[in-house]
């Protein structure tokens, strides 16, 4: 099944399976930290960006299905991804970027793979800032035109697909009956006084991809779930396609949002920044992504300078966050 697009967030929802199954994803526009030698914080949403499905361009490439969905970036713009389930129903997530793994560096490809652990699970992993490249850093996820060898898939495989998978599977609902239950037995009944007996979610001009940015300290959490758990049945995903947002008026007809905040306006504005780091749950050793090539470093490379506005500064101290 494909997700809705409702409120610039895809909503998954799997009513055969559980009507708790319900999952939110939502790609955050954000600051691109430095592509520098330090490893920085979680730099804040500065707000959500716009989704449409492509099924409403009137003069879409017919590789694009309808059900794909429209994501507008500036060239060297950052984003993160959230996910939120309403209820804390238990989701295996998996992310293609371009055809590689996020998680991994793997090709992609459409079975899990529960021994190599190419998932992460909501809602113990929030966020995802970037490509995992060890156990406590993740680059940061930055648009870059296709064609030109800046992306994390062209680096790796050589040609990049020009789409974002996200790949969705509940937990069974037999699983998830079974917890309910157990936290309802659990809950001491509160005294006969204070109950409430009234009680009762490049294939176009313009196509980009992700390419790898400035270090951020993330955590990818280790899957807990056992595979059995898992629904796969049910799986649904969503492809999101990244337009450059100077060509996005003329694809949509809509005018794009305005241009990233450069860093000197960012820090002017005193935005927070953020530190979340679970150790308990990290996890360990490295991926085929450890030794990733940065775009500053492939334009380094070629004499260019893609990222505009990228000065190394001082971050502000981070405020400590929890899932």
Known sequence: MSPTVTRNQLEFAFPDVHPDARLHIRVHRTLRVPDDETTYGLPPGIGSFSLINAGTVAHRPRTWAGSDVLLPMWQAEAAWFSFNSPEDYPFLVRISVGGINAVTGDDFSDAVDFLGEDYFEVPEQPWLDGFRVDEKTVRQFVAMPLGGGYT????????????????VTPLRSSTWNERVAARRVALPLPAPDMMNLCAEAPEATGAMGMGAGGSITQTIATPVEPRTNWDTDATGAAVLRIINSADWEGLTGTAPHHAPPTI??????????????DDSLA???GSKLTDLKTVKEIGDSKGESPLPDNPSFDPPAPHIVTA
């Open 152 to 167: 994390a898939a062209e680096q790796l495989s050589g040609a990049d697909d020009g789409r974002v998978r996200i790949q």
């Open 264 to 277: 000197e306006e960012y820090l002017q504005y005193g935005y927070p920044w953020f530190e979340w780091y």
């Open 283 to 285: 996890r360990r050793g």
